[in-house]
């Protein structure tokens, strides 16, 4: 197993040379392949997100949904998509556990 | 003494008379029984009446009694759990068409600990469905119909504690048990002018209650003044090993001295801006007299997205607490219509957006904590408005306001908060304040409310036309 950097990028690993560097699968292979071969996408818009991820949903599902219904979970998923969109810009460090409940599990010492 | 003196006393007022033998725990029994029929029916905020056991029980407090057994401020006390909650042999629709024939049969951990006091259940109270956790954005969204407003029979209570608020503002139950995810228990007390505590998380066991939300679920008392919270929340409160959540910390509110003055407050600042004028005049009126009962500052809520924290927690919690429910697509069954398909956007909900969210929450609590931790409470509005007309969508009333983000502060770190009435509104309906406090800290805030309830003169107000006199 290489030894990798938090970025994927093959560590020393006794010095042994990772066989696998460059290969797709491999950290610095992948990242490779996204800067050579494909240009990484920008992020969809929230609403197409949200479009998409219902088709899902509905699929998921497998429950007919009437029209209104459909409408209803396109609003919510857009909600859900637009908040989670507004958590990430959030800066948040590696170290930072999520507080699982608030009781006397949770880290009520902090 | 005349049956309409007892509607609305206090728990310590019933309580000396149970004592002194003017009346007996079967006598309150009957009483409020009959209340329940007659005035908690017509205001859709009764799920099912148990008035066999409440009499066995009520039986059993008055031989106790008169044995010298006396179990302590609710001994004899009737009461009402709001129908989230598991009583063997009785219904628990969880107010929700498709669980309308459901009877678990064990007790949960709060009505135990209340049979243990000696309190009577008189019965189960009404809940909108599923507690709102599908979404809903009309007041019929329960079994039992809209519940109605005592202080305007046109106008809703608030949810989803609606049969608790109603029936214990009406004077149909000296107090009740309802359950809070997202302000279910503050809320409806702020639309009917009663007081709604929602203790620290972990404070109050919730085996046996339905799960919504398990990180934000509480159960709590809704009474009629702070001072019968207090005694209820003593009743209810402690470790539970079948709740993991639970707190090992003991709560007592007896037996020690209580304040009545110095209070430090931190009002929050922005939070009356944009509400109704007559909630921010009542709210500016509650902030003087905490003026005059010691310190007032003002305090700003740190920036955090409470609102999108929130959501994204209780869309996962909620979708993985009725996966089954609705993989099996029952939703649909649900009497709201928003309620289809809402929760099923939770399938959609990445597990890194969950537990970003939960990594978030745990900033929010280090900064809420801080502020809150040097204050014997932080204080806001309640809602922006006063209650609502009961045949009428609310949606949208309540998501964008400031107050609501003050509640989701509470909310999300568990924080204890009570909603205090602070006078009538808009048509004559009332208006409230919420007191949030530093974790454990319930007391300072139950003495901080007791002490603006002195001020106000909200105890002695009732919703007119529920005295038995004033109905006959």
Redesign the interface.
Known sequence: MPVTSAAGVPGPAGGVPDPNAGLPGSGAGRERLQAADRPIPAPAPAAEIAAQ??R???L????E??A???G??ER??L??VE??L???R?P?LNS?????????????A? | MRPADLAFRSIGELGALLRSGEVTSAGLTDYFLGRLETVGRPLNAVSAIMADSARQEAALADAQLARGLDRGPLHGIPYGLKDIIAVPGAPTTWGAVPFSGQVLNYEAAVGERLRNAGAVLLGKLATVELAGGM?YADPDASLTGPALNPWDTRTWTGGSSSGPAAATAAGAVPFSIGSDTGGSIVMPAAWTGITGLRAT??RVSRHGAMALS???DRLGPMCRSAADCGLVLEAIAGHDPRD?????EPYRYRGRPARRDNFRIGVVTGSPDGVQDEVQANFESAVAIFRELGTVEEVELPD??Y???A??IM?AEIGAAFDEF??A?RA?ELTA??A???R??A????AR?Y?????????I??AL?DLARPFDALAAPMLGTVATPADRSFAGLLSSSYPQLVNLASV???MPAISVPTGRGRDGLPTAVQLLGA?LGENRLLDAASALEARTGWLGQRPPGFLDDEAA
């Open positions: 991820t219902t899902l949903v509905t998921c599902h497998g429950a949904l009437s209104a219904d459909q209803e979970l919510t998923v909600a859900q908040a989670a507004v958590l990430r959030y948040l930072d556990e999520p507080m699982l409940g608030a009781g006397p599990e949770a880290g009520w902090l | 979404g998380h972990g398990w990180s934000f993991p959540s639970s707190l090992r955090f997205p609102a999108e924290v959501d994204i869309t609705l993989d697509g649909s219509a928003k289809h398909a809402h099923l956007a399938l959609a909900l990445p957006d537990l970003r969210a939960q990594r978030i929450r745990r900033h609590f280090a904590d999300i770190t568990g974790r």
